[in-house]
T-cell receptor, first 111, second 112 residues
């Protein structure tokens, strides 16, 4: 079993839709949860970062962590074509050290 | 130049060639990383350098040889690679190994 599972997609949605991206994990010691966005021909960039359980909101983006279910989500409201990218979840036991990544989900938002 | 830069952006090499990938960070960081990104696989951490000393080597084959001459530069020397080594090689840097990592755009490597 992989430590972090993420559906590779692609996930295709129309502009304005609410997008839900998810990861599951097996290591109960993970405390730090990140979402990275990777545009084509670019490196990943940190989008959101949460510690332990709960929600965190930043503009159109909401990150949610459910440690009891070992499940994390990223919601994108009012999705835009510029949101088209690959979204990678990552997690660790200690901050940004020894990050364990998911495979990434490719998102396509059509105008 | 700003952020993390990588050269070349694309590289095609035969199995008997020797080549090097270069990474340079302009962020004043003191930790640098090499990752491998293959299709439909998670990012794999290959090497970590902190204050120019290698602090992590994740069972990477010896045909990959890293070098960190100073805190701003990181190289990955390649020799006698295999076709399965074809991937995107990403460099990242951070302030200490506990800081947020900033990634370069990667080198797309194809081994023929």
């Amino acid at each position: 079993q992989k430590e972090v599972e993420q559906d590779p997609g692609p996930l295709s949605v129309p502009e304005g839709a609410i997008v839900s991206l998810n990861c599951t994990y097996s290591n109960s010691a993970f405390q730090y949860f990140m979402w990275y966005r990777q545009y084509s021909r670019k490196g990943p960039e940190l989008l959101m970062y949460t510690y332990s359980s709960g929600n965190k909101e930043d503009g159109r983006f909401t990150a949610q962590v459910d440690k009891s279910s070992k499940y994390i989500s990223l919601f994108i409201r009012d999705s835009q074509p510029s949101d088209s990218a690959t979204y990678l979840c990552a997690m660790s036991e200690a901050g940004f050290q020894k990050l364990v990544f998911g495979t990434g989900t490719r998102l396509l938002v059509s105008p | 130049e700003t952020g993390v830069t990588q050269t070349p952006r694309h590289l095609v090499m035969g199995m008997t060639n020797k080549k090097s990938l270069k990474c340079e960070q302009h962020l004043g960081h003191n930790a640098m990383y090499w990752y491998k990104q293959s299709a439909k696989k998670p990012l794999e951490l290959m090497f970590v350098y902190s204050l120019e000393e290698r602090v992590e080597n994740n069972s990477v084959p010896s045909r990959f040889s890293p070098e960190c001459p100073n805190s701003s530069h990181l190289f990955l020397h390649l020799h006698t690679l295999q076709p399965e080594d074809s991937a995107l090689y990403l460099c990242a840097s951070s302030q200490f190994t506990s800081g947020e990592q900033y990634f370069g755009p990667g080198t797309r490597l194809t081994v023929t």
